[in-house]
């Protein structure tokens, strides 16, 4: 496996605030896939997305690139980390410098990483990438921020990843501010970056549905952990995790019938056990062994991967190493991707 990214037991903790905990994610170069990472507010989604962009140095583990830990990356690795993996951030408002003009986001990269050789040849690029996802240069280029909607500015942002040619695209709740009527066109842009041009995207979201819509693979997480994690069909249809069924069984349908309360709000009351199981507190199938460790992940089929104890009859991932279930993953992805 030609390995990209690799995050190994990756920790991070601010003071007393644990905000994520030992997650291992393999990034794979040869065979890319979408892999979406969901989970209510706090989760630690953000948290991860930052450490495997190096914008935030793990508390415990590391993050390597090609095999390189980033905190030793030296001037010329850590320049093609910069152009290898790429951010789409969550907020389309606050990316931008209202004092300079939309172009600037775009050519500063081409200068940069010295994509063009002459002023023509950059402009050809970039209206090249705008149209890639849906934009009109004419429309764009010369225009201040404020002159564009929020889906116009982040579809920018889409386009400025999509001049480096990444290999990986972190995309953080990259459709959360954005008219519904976009997302499609969003997401779409991106399942095209990969299915074109063979780019990993990390989809980080709340949203099970978007999640489920573009991705192959999933991991959900609680509490700065990952509760489930696997092929996106699996973990949508036959929901292991109880979190993970509470989170299915949350998500509105047109019926007539439908009781419209969350079925997560009737899950059972109190705080989780310490040093036991994070989501003790709100399990309605929690048992007394919950509150005695932090289960680990047990492997119950090739491409999943369950937090929970309830499954402890299946072989136990080491230290919660995600990177032995990846492979099972990507082929998954791979299949879903043929198709």
């Keep these: 496996m030609s390995v990209l990214l690799r995050a190994e037991h990756a920790g991070k903790a601010y003071g007393p605030l644990t905000a994520l905990r030992d997650v291992s994610l393999t990034l794979d170069q040869a065979r890319p896939s979408i892999t979406a990472v969901v989970g209510e507010s706090g989760s630690g989604k953000t948290t991860l997305a930052r450490i495997l962009l190096g914008l935030e140095v793990p508390t415990t583990g590391r993050v390597l690139y090609h095999d390189a830990d980033l905190r030793t990356l030296g001037a010329a690795a850590r320049l093609a980390f910069r152009r290898d993996v790429q951010a789409i951030f969550q907020d389309p408002y606050e990316v931008y410098n209202p004092f300079y003009r939309v172009d600037h986001v775009l050519t500063t990269p081409v200068r940069k990483f010295r994509l063009a ?3 023509a040849e950059a402009r050809v690029l970039i209206e090249t990438a705008l149209r890639a996802v849906g934009l009109r240069p004419e429309e764009i280029l010369g225009r201040f921020p404020h002159q564009l909607s929020g889906g116009q500015r982040q579809r920018i942002m889409v386009a400025r990843a999509l001049l480096l040619r990444p290999k990986l695209i972190v995309a953080d709740e990259p459709v959360s501010m954005v008219d519904a009527s976009l997302r499609a066109t969003i997401l779409g842009s991106l399942r095209s970056l990969h299915e074109e041009l063979g780019i990993n995207i ?38 292991e995790h109880p979190y993970t069924r509470l989170l299915i069984a949350s998500i509105p349908r047109v019926s007539t019938e439908r009781n419209w309360v969350s079925e997560a709000e009737t899950a059972v009351a109190g705080s989780a056990a310490a040093g036991g199981c994070s989501f003790m507190g709100r399990c309605p199938v929690a048992m007394s062994e919950c509150a005695e460790a932090v289960p680990p992940l047990f492997r119950t089929a090739a491409d999943r991967a369950v937090a929970c104890y309830h499954y402890r009859t299946a072989p136990e991932l080491a230290a919660a190493d995600l990177g032995t279930v990846l492979t099972g993953m990507h082929e998954a992805g791979s299949r879903a991707a043929a198709g």
């Design 117 to 119: 050789k002459s002023a």
């Design 202 to 239: 990390v989809y980080i979201t709340h949203d099970l549905a978007t999640a489920y819509q573009i991705s192959h693979n999933i991991l959900v997480m609680y509490r700065a952990g990952v509760a489930e994690a696997g092929a996106v069909d699996g973990i949508v249809t036959r929901p």
